[in-house]
Structures are given as structure tokens and as C-alpha cells.
């Protein structure tokens, strides 16, 4: 196939460029699920945090101030228990357009809220935080009721005496508790236990969306540097390399075509002029000055030598044809015939003068 350079250069640079975006593609959707992920992690990090700090408030601070009556009330004060509070909080949260898709959970294979039970899935997450002490965070993305979600997991473990009061034994669990919740789960936890899972799960669409349109975004932008950067490297090669190599190239087939080209010539001057250039093409255009200004001399020498080999061709060629003329045979016959005359002149003249004895 016979490109042209301008051509040749814009498919080299299209094919980078589509290898460029495919690569940049590929890179940039890894990079920016995990930020999305990161960031994802990050907010459910900070309503954990809320939720704890909210727990702690009501454990802290509304527990004690109802402690009295809830010893003595017959119903069972929801608002004494920090687990009732952070559902509540949150619930409230959730209002917000914003947070509608989240979901909260304090999932425990222990519960006294039968609500609260693990399912298989938070099982398993509740039982490597029991295993790995250390471990404070599990994110992923998990089936659930069918949807796909980010789920983000962290252990809550029985931080104070004052749990126990409720969480201990039915014995020592105040009446209303039991009466509420019943004897059968959510006793025997330990100062220290890991009991729960703290969960929040958002859908999947919620993050992959996001990275999605981030993906997106980037690769608008990318595209339309690339295509700038294409457009640009285009014209320039036009402006600064094609065009001058096309006018060193026909000024050189003008030179070749014509017999009369002089030095003087427009296109030979503009080709002059682009050796002022420092860069190669003024380095191409310099030699080819110089080119032609050595052949303009060569031919004019030569010229001139053609015009003095005539002359010498013409004075031989004259010197040829008198020998021609003077070697044939009439030529002789009359060269004799006149040599015969002269000599019979001499004698006729010498006799003449033998006859005229002592004269003068
Ligand atoms: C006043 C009694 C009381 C106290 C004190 C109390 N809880 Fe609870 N806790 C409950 C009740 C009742 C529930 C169920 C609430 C519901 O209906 O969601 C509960 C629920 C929970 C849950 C959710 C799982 C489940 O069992 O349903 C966790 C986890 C929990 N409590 C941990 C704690 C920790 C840790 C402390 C100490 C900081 C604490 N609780 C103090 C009564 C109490």
C-alpha cells in the first residue's frame, strides 16, 4: 500500500492513540472502582463511627438518666438501649434522597431483636471477625434479595459493665425486657465478646454507577486531548515538514524538466530561503542550494566547453574537407597539369635569354 506521509503519520497515530485510550480505558476503570470503592468505604466508615457515637451517647448519658424507671416501668423503654437509638438515628438518616438506598444492620447470631439475626452471609462475616481480633473492616460486593451490594463490615464487641445489665442473664435483664423480648437469645455476652456484625450495604448500582460515570468522564476528556493532540501533530507536520519536503521535491523536478533553469528561478530561491531553518529540513534545503548552485556551474562549464569542441570540430572538419579536395585525382591531374605549365614556362623563359647573349 502507498500512503503518503501526512497519511502514514495519521494512521501510526490513530492506531497509538486507540491502543492509548483502550489502555488508558482499562486502567482508568480498575483506578477509579477502587476510588469509588475507597470512597464508598469511607462514608460507610463514617456512619459507623456516627452510629457508635450515638450508641455511646445513650449509653452513656440517656441509660443512666432512665435507669430508675426503667427498673420499675412495666413497658420497656425502648430509648434506654443504644442499639435502639442508632436504628432510630438512622432510619431518620435515610430520609435524606441521598442515604434512601442505604441499609443498617447490627446482625449477631445472639440477638435479643430476632430482626437483628445473621443470616448465612453476616454469619460468616461475624465469625472472622471472632477469628481475626485484628481485622476491622470487610467490604465487598455480596448478592442480596436478589440486588447486588457494597457491603462494609465492622465488629462490635461488648465495650462496658453496663451491657451486661441487659445482655448477661434473663435474671439480672430488667422485667420488661424479657416481657418484650422474650428469655430465649440475646443473653450470655461477655465483656470483650464480639457479638455483632455492624453492616451497612448500599447497592452495587450506587458505586459502580458512580465509578461509571467518572470512567466516563475521564475517557471524554482523554478522547478529546488525544483528537487535539492528533489534529495538532497533523497540521504541524503539514506545515513544518511535508510542504517544504514537497517543495524541495518539485523544485528538483522543475530543475531536472527544464534546460533553461537559472539560479534565479522563484522556486529555487524559496528553497534558498528555507536553509535559514536550523532543523533538518533547513540542513535538506541547505545541501540542495548548494546542489544547485554546483550543477548551474558544472552546467554552464560544460556549456561552454561544448561551444569551443565545435569550434575545433568545425576547423578540423573544414582542414578535412580541403584534404578531401586536395587528394582526389582531378585535384592532382590539375596540380601537375599546372606544375608542367610553370616548368615549361622556365624553359621557354631560360631559352629567351640564351638567345640574347651580352645584353645589358
Ligand atoms: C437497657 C437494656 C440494654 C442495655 C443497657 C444494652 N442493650 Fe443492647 N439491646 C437491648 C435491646 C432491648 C435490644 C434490642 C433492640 C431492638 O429492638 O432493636 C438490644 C440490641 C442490641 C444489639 C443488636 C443485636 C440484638 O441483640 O438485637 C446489640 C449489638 C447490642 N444490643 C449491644 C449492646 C451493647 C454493646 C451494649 C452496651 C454498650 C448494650 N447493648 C446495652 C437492650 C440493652
Not at 503518503?4 to 495519521?10: E, N, P, Q, S, V
Not at 478529546?224 to 517544504?244: D, G, H, Q, S
Request: hydrophobic content about 40%; some cysteine.
Amino acid at each position: 500500500m502507498r500512503l503518503r506521509l501526512g497519511a502514514k503519520f495519521t494512521l501510526i497515530l490513530s492506531l497509538v492513540f486507540i491502543c492509548g485510550i483502550l489502555a488508558s480505558w482499562v486502567a482508568f476503570s480498575s483506578l477509579l472502582q477502587e476510588h469509588a470503592e475507597r470512597e464508598m468505604t469511607a462514608r460507610a466508615s463514617a456512619l459507623i463511627e456516627t452510629m457508635n457515637s450515638v450508641r455511646h451517647y445513650t449509653t452513656t448519658q440517656i441509660n443512666p438518666l432512665l435507669q430508675d424507671e426503667l427498673a420499675a416501668s412495666p413497658e420497656f423503654i425502648s430509648e434506654t438501649v443504644p442499639a435502639y437509638s442508632a436504628r432510630e438515628v438512622f432510619e431518620q438518616l435515610r430520609t435524606h434522597p441521598e442515604y434512601a438506598e442505604f441499609f443498617y444492620k447490627e446482625a449477631s447470631d445472639n440477638p435479643t431483636n430476632p430482626r437483628d439475626l445473621a443470616d448465612s452471609f453476616e454469619g460468616a462475616l461475624l465469625a472472622q471477625f471472632r477469628e481475626q481480633p485484628d481485622q476491622t473492616l470487610l467490604s465487598g460486593f455480596t448478592q442480596r434479595g436478589g440486588v447486588e451490594v457494597y457491603y462494609n463490615a465492622r465488629p462490635l464487641r461488648v465495650s462496658a459493665e453496663s451491657c451486661l445489665s441487659c445482655h448477661s442473664s434473663p435474671e439480672t435483664a430488667p422485667e420488661s425486657l424479657l416481657t418484650t423480648y422474650g428469655l430465649d437469645s440475646g443473653f450470655g455476652w461477655n465483656v470483650g465478646d464480639t457479638i455483632a456484625a455492624q453492616i451497612i450495604y448500599v447497592p452495587a448500582a450506587e458505586v459502580i454507577g458512580n465509578a461509571q460515570s467518572w470512567v466516563t468522564l475521564t475517557m471524554v476528556v482523554v478522547i478529546v486531548i488525544f483528537a487535539v493532540v492528533l489534529l495538532l501533530m497533523n497540521f504541524l507536520l503539514r506545515r513544518m515538514v511535508i510542504k517544504p519536503i514537497e517543495k524541495i521535491a518539485t523544485t528538483a523536478r522543475k530543475i531536472s524538466e527544464d534546460v533553461n533553469w537559472t539560479p534565479d528561478a522563484a522556486d529555487v530561491v524559496t528553497v534558498g530561503k528555507m536553509a535559514e531553518r536550523s532543523d533538518e529540513i533547513g540542513e535538506t534545503a541547505q545541501v540542495f542550494a548548494k546542489m544547485t548552485r554546483e550543477v548551474y556551474d558544472r552546467e554552464q562549464k560544460l556549456k561552454q566547453e561544448v561551444r569551443r569542441l565545435e569550434i575545433q570540430i568545425d576547423h578540423a572538419k573544414r582542414e578535412r574537407e580541403v584534404k578531401q579536395i586536395t587528394e582526389t585525382d582531378y585535384f592532382q591531374q590539375l596540380q601537375s597539369k599546372a606544375k608542367n605549365m610553370r616548368d615549361q614556362q622556365e624553359t621557354k623563359s631560360l631559352q629567351e635569354g640564351d638567345l640574347r647573349p651580352n645584353e645589358g
